[in-house]
């Protein structure tokens, strides 16, 4: 199949911010493009060749839109992998293949793969139930504090939460869960992985999370991260490792802490291009958008070297503000050096939405990392 | 008016493949788009938020689109300044203003502008009718050889002959012309100057325009120029000089000849994103479409330095072949270091069509070069 022609039609499942900019690469190579997402409105409407609404949940919507295509990827991993399975049996490509998909959309699976495949990773126990957690607490199974996950369906914090007292798991939904030991990290850190169809790989360099002193979220991404060459080579060959054990097909995304002993452990992992990356549009060779079509059709891997240090900003909707949505202070922050804002066009905002980020890309990291927080400081997402 | 709402409209005429670029940054800025072409198969009609079918040489067709949108600008200066000059009367910004488009889009008024404000050009003599010529040849007042120019519509060579005896006149438009002296130039060299709305005013650096030795052809843009950097300074100067004068908003790229004893002659301009930028999307801190869109919404312009040395192949159609096109040695280039290929999306080629262009970036220029003579040598643009 020569990718590089009209007959090739690439599949998306998705059509958010992720999908937004893969976009921005299928347009580059003139790849024709088919995107369902469940929103009319979703980001990648517009550039997308053909545009389907549809449950990424459904099986028969999922199936038919494999049946359009030769070649079928992902930009959220919640999607209905029975349809992606029977799809793949008939000869479809799907990338990341529904073998990976099934262990990585699963938080206990996910878990459970890491301790069977020796990735270290948090100590953890699985519960059917939420209930069961309680039971485990009541009989000395599990102590305070831990970190509660949903096995199922957690997006952008969602489906997480800090569990310090019984009380802090009313209202938490009912489900499959786990419990996991809480980290004393010095850093959060991610990795991502470009795996080919044809197994060549690349890794990029270390990002570093960096977390605000009091509100618990990410406030910036920097890359590379500041740490010890040591512990970044230890943090790119576990990310690796997991990528040929888990043998997926396209970018793999994985997050990770640094112990305050410089042990590396797997905190999770997402099997497209990432927040983590965003940073790359603007400082690598080969940004993580482009690097994933080049993955899934098999072309060579690109540079994952960066030309210049990368920071990234989330802007996400301020607290007190839902309904049409206002950049303020755009002009103010692209009159800093080297920043580069991104819209992703939603019109709604509400608190803590991802609602665009921001690139600031400088020689110096440590310059850079001053410009992120004049940047920080000065945009807000509001509404009318 | 606020540039990052949905209430803003951005017009552009032309929707070829500079437009598409345009637009990988208004979907970057969710700036919403209306874009008029002729073609209903023009590679910008994917990604703008609506699309118009329209002969941009139409008065009618110009003036309506210039109603539907808060701002106007262009990709191409073929575009009917009649319709323009009313719709700023009527209060429209459009950007370019006509004033500057007028100058441009005519080559002879282009020449008598840079001679009335002492801009340095090559000697040339304006004749309303080809036949014209052929009475100053014959009574001494031109020499062979010289280079003819079409004062109007000529587009990627179209519209330009070097006749070296009376016979090369043949065939030629008969319509009004110039007779430019042929300049004996060591190199041909471009600046971008990005100049907004309300003035600030930033050039690019000097890229170089590296012909193929016998087939008089641009084979390479490179960034930087391999010029001495008084030369460079010149020419930067002399493009900012021009810039000023005209008057643009928005981008001006000045192509510009150093003649063998180091002066800098002004060839011509084109007042939108130019061939000669297309380099910047990877090499630049900011890319010359990003800054075209910040200079005609009045935003602080981009920081114009480069993060690695860039170098521009064309990927032409190739001689002998017309029809669907199809792009040999894909996967090989894309196996060469930092190396990103733009496939424009035109279906059809024909010899020494666009249809994409190819960028090279590493930290040096010379690798750089010999990368960029690879992909030269690989690639291949044919039909099926």
Known sequence: MNYFSSEFKLGILGGGQLGKMLLYETRKFDIHTKVMDPSNEAP?????????????MDYDAVYALGKKVDLLT??????????????????????????????????????????DNNIPTADFQRFAYKSEIEDSIANGGITFPFIWKATQFGYDGQGVKVVRKLED??????????????VDFKNELAVIVARSASGEVKTYPVVEMEFHPEANQVEYVLCPARID???????????????????HVGLLAVEMFQTQDDKILVNEVAPRPHNSGHYSIEASYTNQFEQHIRAILDLPLGNTDSKVAGIMVNLVGAEG????????????????????????????????????????????????????EQVKNSIKVISE
Chains 1, 2 share one sequence.
């Open 44 to 56: 990648s409407r517009i550039a997308c060749n053909e545009f389907f609404q549809g449950d990424l």
């Open 74 to 115: 992902i930009e959220i991993e919640n999607v209905n992998l029975d349809a992606l399975e029977k799809l793949e049996e008939e000869g479809l490509k799907v990338y990341p293949p529904t073998s990976a998909l099934r262990i990585i959309q699963n938080k206990a699976k996910q878990k459970l793969f890491y301790v």
């Open 321 to 372: 503000h839902t309904g049409n949505v206002v950049y303020k202070n755009m002009e103010k922050i692209m009159g800093m050096d080297g920043v580069t804002p991104h819209i992703y066009g939603k019109k709604q905002t509400r608190p803590f939405r991802k609602m665009g980020h921001v690139t600031i890309v400088n020689n110096d990291i440590a310059e850079a990392r001053k410009i992120a």
């Open 169 to 182: 798991l009313n209202g938490l939904p009912t489900g499959e869960c786990i419990a996991e030991k809480m």
């Open 229 to 247: 060459e040591k512990v970044a080579a230890k943090a790119r060959e576990v990310a690796l490792d997991l990528s040929h054990k888990i043998k």
